[in-house]
């Protein structure tokens, strides 16, 4: 069995070498597998090291799991955190002008901002980050940027050669057409010094010279292998059912035959995302989720991604100034969201999630290459049909 391993986890580098030339253009020996992008942020900042005063920034939009991770770091290192505040919509440029407003407040409080995490695509509301600009400001500014591309790999065009973030790391598993749990860490050779164990510390673990443990060998690296200590890092952590990376190279090949290419998959799930988002909206006598101050024909920057955030005609606490979107109150927000999901799942069989973000209720909706337009027209004549059964008070009952 521990053969078998080894053997399964030397080819990781020919499985990412196969998918990432025309996917991220970065080499192969800063790429490794992880199972999903919460572990890869977690591996990176929990790999840094941190001094009293030190500081790590993220944003009012972060995925939840990845806010924890920031909250029990602060519980057990000298680090603190520091959250952009914000509530959608909003522009790209604000958001940036936020987060360099917190920098200086930071550092004017004698502080050292030592990392800044930020998204690809945000998951709740689903919208495109300005992950480029804010890479630049923190290459500027000398602040690590940590990205969490959880909706990044398949689902909108990627250059790290370009961009050349410090981390990188995002689900195959979402937009690539991979099993979970399937995703890739991107550490440039800058910075793979800083990354000296896996979640869990496992084989690949090289100890400090002084440890006692340090002249034990890796008994799973193979005699001659030629593999940098970063992806001899990641060849073997602990026991583990890595099948799902087996599985890129025949993703890869089927965007490629069937679908048309990286290229047409980004277009057509941006295309459809406005287009289906619009639909939803519609049926809905709602809005879309996208920046307050667009110019007329100019294009939302939000959205371009296959991602669309529609507003339930569901306000919040009172919130609501229109007779046809009634209100719910705060408490009963929980039985309203549980009301739908579960009525989605159990009576229509799909899944949109349903989520409160500022005085109302929205919901996201993904484009997907074995989707059309039709599937949104359906799913807004759902929607409408589950918001007046709310208004009725079933949610309730």
């Known amino acids: 069995m521990r053969s078998a391993s080894t053997r399964m986890n030397s080819k990781q580098g020919q499985i990412l070498s196969s ?13 490794v597998f992880v199972k999903n992008a919460t572990t890869g942020v977690h591996t990176v900042l929990q790999n840094l090291r941190y001094q009293e005063g030190d500081v790590i920034i993220y944003f009012a939009t972060v995925y939840g799991a990845v806010e924890k991770i920031i909250t029990a770091l602060t ?30 407040q930071a550092r004017s409080e004698g502080l050292n901002v030592k990392a800044a995490v930020f998204d690809t695509v945000t998951s709740l509301p689903g919208m495109r980050f300005p992950f480029e600009e804010l890479t630049r400001v923190c290459k500027q500014e000398g602040i690590f940027s940590v990205i969490d591309g959880a909706h990044g790999i398949g689902h909108i065009p990627l250059d790290l050669n370009e ?32 990354i000296r164990t896996t979640l869990p510390t496992s084989w690949g673990f090289i100890a400090d010279p002084t440890s ?20 001899e890092l990641f060849q073997f952590v602990a026991t583990s059912d890595d099948a799902a990376y087996l ?24 295309a459809l995302a406005i287009q289906g988002g619009d639909i939803v909206a519609a049926a809905l006598g709602t809005d879309v989720l996208q920046e307050p101050d667009l110019r007329p024909g100019e294009k939302s920057e939000i959205r371009r991604c296959g991602m669309s955030t529609v507003r339930l005609p569901i306000a919040v606490g009172g919130q609501s100034s229109s007779s046809s979107s009634p209100s719910v109150a ?7 969201m549980n009301f739908l999901q579960v009525t989605l799942k159990d009576e229509f069989g799909t899944f949109v999630p349903v989520f409160q973000h500022g005085d109302w209720l929205w919901t996201r909706v993904s484009a997907q290459v074995y ?3 039709q599937d949104f027209e359906w799913l807004g004549g759902v929607l409408r049909g589950l918001v007046e059964r709310v208004w009725t008070g079933e949610h309730l009952g």
């Not at 057409?177 to 800058?190: E, H, K, T, W």
């Not at 034990?216 to 292998?225: A, D, H, Q």
């Not at 599985?247 to 941006?270: K, M, N, S, W």
């Not at 705060?330 to 309203?336: N, P």
Request: charged share 20%; glycine share 4%.
């Open 75 to 104: 519980e057990t290192t000298p680090l603190q955190a520091r959250k952009v505040e914000y509530t959608c919509p909003i522009s790209h440029k604000v958001i940036v002008q936020k987060f360099q407003a917190v920098v200086e």
């Open 247 to 270: 599985t890129v190279p025949d993703a890869v090949r089927f965007r490629a035959d069937v679908c048309g290419g990286h290229d047409a998959i980004f277009q057509y799930l941006e």
């Open 371 to 373: 989707l059309e337009p």
């Open 19 to 31: 998918a990432t030339p025309m996917i991220l253009n970065v080499p192969v020996h800063e790429l």
């Open 212 to 231: 006692s443990t340090a002249d034990k060998p890796n008994i799973l690296t193979p005699l001659g292998s030629h593999r940098s200590a970063f992806e």
């Open 330 to 336: 705060a408490e009963d927000v929980s039985k309203v």
């Open 163 to 194: 961009l050349q973030p410090d981390f990188f790391t995002s689900n195959l598993h979402k937009w690539l057409y991979v099993p979970r749990g399937c995703a890739a860490l991107y550490v440039p050779v800058r910075h793979q010094h800083l």
